[in-house]
């Protein structure tokens, strides 16, 4: 199988260099991330928020409460990717524009509201589990959109999580799910490494 999104997907390698001279604009970020949010979510909730750290000041903010890892203040851009709890009382207003765009009849709002609520409403976990799917989701996009662009990425975990969501003003629904940083990267970036066999980890059924 080979076409340019594969060729994307099998060429990406996480970045450690990044060129920290290079910068991207307000637009590019924009556009990555309206790219991102073409992923898809549980019943369209899109909970997820993207803060794109990539001034100076906000990037000294980051980097001590990420285990100091250079990509938070070399790369052009690094967001935290915020996964919201899932709540499915946000379902009508998510969905309102895909029913004006005439993709969905206004009737069935409630056949996925409903569900929705009996799979949540209760059930915090579950919510949680939901923030951090979509934000997944949204991640792995904006990291495919980057490579295509050839630009590099880094996904992180590597960072206290109580004291981002402290520094950048997270709400109490909000997790700061993952760090990504995005830029153009400087030599030395190790290929992308191989992975386990894939008959070690497909089951066909
Ligand atoms: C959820 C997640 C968390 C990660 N956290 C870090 C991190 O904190 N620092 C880092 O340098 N790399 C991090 N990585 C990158 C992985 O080490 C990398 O994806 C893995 O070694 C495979 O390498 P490749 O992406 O270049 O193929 C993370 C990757 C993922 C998916």
Not at 134 to 163: E, H, Q
């Amino acid at each position: 199988m080979k076409n340019a999104i594969i060729d994307a997907m099998l060429s990406r390698s996480s970045t450690k260099y990044y060129d920290k001279s290079a910068t991207l604009s307000d637009e590019q970020i924009s556009d990555l991330v309206k790219i991102g949010t073409s992923a898809p979510t549980s019943f369209h909730l899109q909970n997820w928020r993207f803060i794109a750290v990539r001034s100076p000041e906000a990037k000294a903010r980051l980097r001590p409460i990420a285990w100091d890892q250079p990509a938070t203040s070399e790369a052009a851009v690094t967001f935290i990717v915020v996964g919201k709890m899932a709540d499915a009382s946000t379902v009508p207003a998510c969905l309102a524009p895909a029913v004006e765009a005439g993709i969905m009849p206004a009737s069935i709002i409630p056949d996925w509201e409903n569900p929705a609520r009996g799979l949540y409403d209760d059930d915090v976990q579950l919510q949680r589990d939901e923030a951090i799917r979509t934000a997944t989701f949204g991640a792995a996009t904006i990291i495919y959109a980057a490579r295509s662009l050839g630009w590099g990425s880094t996904p992180m975990i590597g960072f206290d999580f109580d004291a981002v969501a402290r520094e950048f003003d997270l709400a109490d629904n909000e997790i700061p799910v993952m760090l990504l940083s995005v830029g153009p990267e400087r030599p030395g970036n190790w290929p992308q490494k191989p992975r386990l066999p894939v008959l070690d980890v497909l089951q066909f059924a």
